[in-house]
């Protein structure tokens, strides 16, 4: 998937809580030099959509973790709805 591609595809994403826009998340991803190398753990991650963004540019595996078991919950839901082959990433 292509940068402009995913940053469309991010601002159509209405679960998204992060305050920091999608473009930023993919410019910080390759300011890290993220790969599908890389591995993350996300904490304090909502619904896990920064770990799902790094995953669909950069093919990271990650997993996040919140103390809010309405967040994970809603983000299982939302990451398995949209792409069924997993909760994690």
Do not use: W
Request: glycine share 8%; hydrophobic share 35%.
């Amino acid at each position: 998937m292509n940068y402009k591609d995913i940053i469309s595809k991010c601002e159509v994403n209405e679960h998204l809580i992060s305050m920091i826009p999608c473009d930023e998340i993919i410019r910080f991803g390759y300011s890290m030099g993220l790969n599908e190398n890389s591995k993350a753990l996300d904490l304090c991650c909502g619904f896990g959509e920064m770990l799902k963004i790094f995953n669909e540019a950069f093919g990271i595996s990650g997993i996040g973790v919140d103390i809010t078991q309405d967040f994970i919950l809603e983000g299982v839901f939302q990451n398995t709805k949209s792409s069924p082959r997993t909760d994690r990433f």
